[in-house]
């Protein structure tokens, strides 16, 4: 079982930058100063009596953690090192730059207890980089994900489709060079232009147009696709809804909705469900399989892919769980006809 994690915001301490699409007091809900050392051990607490049998991960996510002075990440890591060394905590993740990352720094995480980094990335594009003032390039990506992997860290990427200058080939190709970097996993953010941001002035202004959320779902769907055949699971589609995201006037535009993970694995459940209704004649009745805990994505939500197979073949189709199906396998069932498709091979025949 995955460990538990005990979230911490650290928002934008340490960053002296300021990306086009970053407020990140607004997209972490959390804002000012670093959680003191007894801060950090009531929440650890709090999380333990919660759920005692759970092993618990500390996780530092937004801003840049390595981008701060070191005497500020000592102050959160080292209160943690006598739960670390008791097995009350198990293990330490956290989010940072690219650009903030050198040997020294991913030895000094190793040595208390980080074992993995999700590194924002973004894009690898170099004008995507430009133009959204992350401030370097795809080189320093390449270049920390081996500093990191060579201290024996895990390193998660980040990407963000559809900031200014992408388009869904170069985010594709990002995606591609991400995968040759071989992470233990993904995050994809399609971008939102959240107010206070240098983006929310440039859409504002007209210069500036995110992708809309079919846009923002099908490409997403076909970076799942690659990512499922390299075997690097994505982890995440879409920022998690907090209250201060969902609030009025904070997302201006953008392919932004509280269960968008959900509608890319339903589109990719609908691609292979149309492959496998290849000469199935319209009036049949059709059941499909899924895998455990696949069913909703294959119904779609508001059974919206029951509807689109009943106009688009003409067919009445159900779907069930199938607890002998791989979690990437889904079937057909139609008379005496029992297909089978792998969801991240588009057009595989039965
Ligand atoms: S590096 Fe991260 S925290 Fe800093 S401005 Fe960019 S997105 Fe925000």
Redesign the pocket.
């Known amino acids: 079982m995955r460990p538990l994690l005990v979230p911490f915001f650290i ?2 301490q ?6 086009v ?4 007091v607004r ?1 972490a809900g959390a804002a000012g100063t670093l959680p003191t050392p007894a801060q950090l051990l009531h929440r650890i607490e709090e999380y333990h009596l919660g759920a005692p049998a759970r092993q618990l991960e500390v996780a530092f996510y ?3 953690f390595t ?1 701060m002075p070191r005497r500020d990440q000592e102050g959160l890591l080292l209160p943690l090192q006598p739960l670390l060394r008791a097995g009350a905590l198990q293990s330490v993740r956290l ?3 690219p650009d ?1 990352v050198d040997p020294d720094t991913a030895r000094f995480l190793k040595r208390h207890g980080v074992a993995t980094v999700e590194l ?1 990335v ?1 894009s690898l594009h170099a004008e995507v980089l430009e133009l959204s ?3 370097h390039g795809a080189d320093e990506v390449e270049r920390s994900v081996a500093v990191l992997k060579e201290a024996g860290i895990e390193v998660g990427i980040q990407l963000m489709p559809g900031l200014p200058g992408d388009t869904p080939q170069r985010a594709l190709a990002s995606l591609r060079r991400a995968l040759d970097l071989k992470p233990a996993f993904l995050r994809i953010y399609p971008t939102l232009v959240i107010e206070g941001t240098e983006l929310a002035r440039r859409y504002r202004e007209g210069s500036y147009r995110p992708l809309d959320l079919p846009q923002a779902v099908t490409l997403c769907k076909e970076m799942l696709e690659a990512a499922g055949r390299a075997g690097i699971p994505v982890i995440r589609f879409g920022l998690q809804p907090t209250s201060e995201l969902d609030s009025p006037g904070v997302v201006l535009a953008g392919p932004y909705h509280p269960a968008f993970g959900q509608l890319v694995e339903s589109e990719l459940c609908f691609d292979r469900m149309c492959d496998l209704l290849d000469g199935v004649p319209a009036g049949s009745r059709v059941s499909f399989g899924a895998p455990p805990g696949r069913v909703s994505d294959l119904v779609g939500q508001r059974r919206a892919n029951l509807h689109r197979l009943a106009a688009r073949y003409g067919v009445t189709a159900s779907v069930s769980e199938e607890h002998d199906l791989a979690p990437d396998v889904i079937s057909l069932t139609w008379d005496e006809l029992r297909r089978h498709a792998r969801l991240f091979e588009p057009h595989s025949r039965h």
């Open positions: 928002s934008h340490g960053c002296p930058h300021r990306c699409f970053c407020n990140q997209v937004g801003g840049s981008a989010s940072t730059r903030a924002g973004q003032g992350r401030g």
